[in-house]
Structure formats: structure tokens, C-alpha cells
T-cell receptor
């Protein structure tokens, strides 16, 4: 099966600019996750979707971050405006169902904010 | 939500030595997953443990789930350079990653 696709692989922007990341999960996977991983730390869950509904966005900085999964398949994560501390790898993962299914991760997008 | 503490945070071993990382929770876990992340890579699913006292093996890796379902361990026998990376345990009710255990292999 095709894996989780993410784009772009790398992005460099200046602070206060905006950026968007795209994720295409494994076909048939109902649950989609966005994680932020700062160098040397574990992945931090930003938002979890079940189909096109949000299950958990408690750690999403909603003043600057937004995410959507309109048709229950692809998802986009946006940051506007970016701050220096947003420099991280943004990982998208999908699983067949919520709770108890393995997560399959994409290669991530490495964001550098200067 | 269910969260786990993992120890040690870092471990350096000589190639060929054994390695163990431990996961502990203050609450009973429904099940637990283990992931491995190579340097520069993304987390890759290794295994899921569901039953109390469960032991599963994958070649040189042995995974255990405690009888009370409050702790888990990953043991690697005779480490190789390919084992380098960070190992995460994740409680699956809410997929939250901790800091993991970073394994360095000394040649």
C-alpha cells in the first residue's frame, strides 16, 4: 500500500510569514494526526481528525495554527503568522481507526523560521 | 488522558551489549504501542501489546506488558548499529508520545 504522503519536505520562511503543509493519508484510514516535533523531543500532538471531524485539538495554538480535513481524506495544516519557535518537523500520521490501530507516519515537513 | 513515563532518557551501550527501556504509568493502560525513530527519520510502529503479562518477540527485540498493565519494557539483545534511534512507548487511548529513550551504540 502507498504510505502517508506529505509535502513539501522542507520549507524556509521568515517570521510573520504564513506557511501550509499538506498530507494525504493511507487510503481508507479514518483517523489523521498532525504532530509537531522539535529537535530532541518527542512528537507533540497538535490535532486529531476522525474522518472530517476534529477529535482533539487541545494542544493546537489556535491563534496561529489551523487545520482542516474537509472531505475526510487530505488534510492541510497552516501557520499564520509563523514565529521562530515554530521551527520543527511537522509529521502527519494516519491510522485505520481511532484507538488501538498503529500509526503510519509520513516523512514530515521540516520547517525553518528565520 | 493516559500518559507514560519512559526511562532512561538516554542510553549508551557497546555494540553487542543488551539494552532495556522501561515505560511506567500511574493508571492502568488499555494497551500500549512501541515505535522506533531513526535519526532524521519518522516514527515507525514496532508492536502493540494488549493483554496483561503479554510477551512478544521480534528477532532480538522482546516486548513485555506488565501483569497490572501499568508498565511495559523493550529489551534488545546483542545490540547492533542498526538499533540506533529513539524508542517511544505510547498509551493508545490518546496517542501521546513522551520523550522516548535515545539509544547510542558505541562501536
Amino acid at each position: 500500500e502507498a504510505g502517508v504522503a506529505q509535502s513539501p519536505r522542507y520549507k524556509i520562511i521568515e517570521k510573520r510569514q504564513s506557511v501550509a503543509f499538506w498530507c494525504n493519508p493511507i487510503s481508507g484510514h479514518a483517523t489523521l494526526y498532525w504532530y509537531q516535533q522539535i529537535l530532541g523531543q518527542g512528537p507533540k500532538l497538535l490535532i486529531q481528525f476522525q474522518n472530517n471531524g476534529v477529535v482533539d485539538d487541545s494542544q493546537l495554538p489556535k491563534d496561529r495554527f489551523s487545520a482542516e480535513r474537509l472531505k475526510g481524506v487530505d488534510s492541510t495544516l497552516k501557520i499564520q503568522p509563523a514565529k521562530l519557535e515554530d521551527s520543527a518537523v511537522y509529521l502527519c500520521a494516519s491510522s485505520l481507526r481511532q484507538g488501538g490501530s498503529p500509526l503510519h507516519f509520513g516523512n514530515g515537513t521540516r520547517l525553518t523560521v528565520t | 488522558g493516559q500518559q507514560v513515563m519512559q526511562i532512561p532518557q538516554y542510553q549508551h551501550v557497546q555494540e553487542g551489549e543488551d539494552f532495556t527501556t522501561y515505560c511506567n504509568s500511574s493508571t492502568t493502560l488499555s494497551n500500549i504501542q512501541w515505535y522506533k525513530q531513526r535519526p532524521g527519520g519518522h516514527p515507525v510502529f514496532l508492536i502493540q501489546l494488549v493483554k496483561s503479562g503479554e510477551v512478544k518477540k521480534q528477532k532480538r527485540l522482546t516486548f513485555q506488558f506488565g501483569e497490572a498493565k501499568k508498565n511495559s519494557s523493550l529489551h534488545i539483545t546483542a545490540t547492533q548499529t542498526t538499533d540506533v534511534g529513539t524508542y517511544f512507548c505510547v498509551a493508545t487511548l490518546k496517542i501521546i508520545f513522551g520523550k522516548g529513550t535515545r539509544l547510542h551504540i558505541l562501536p
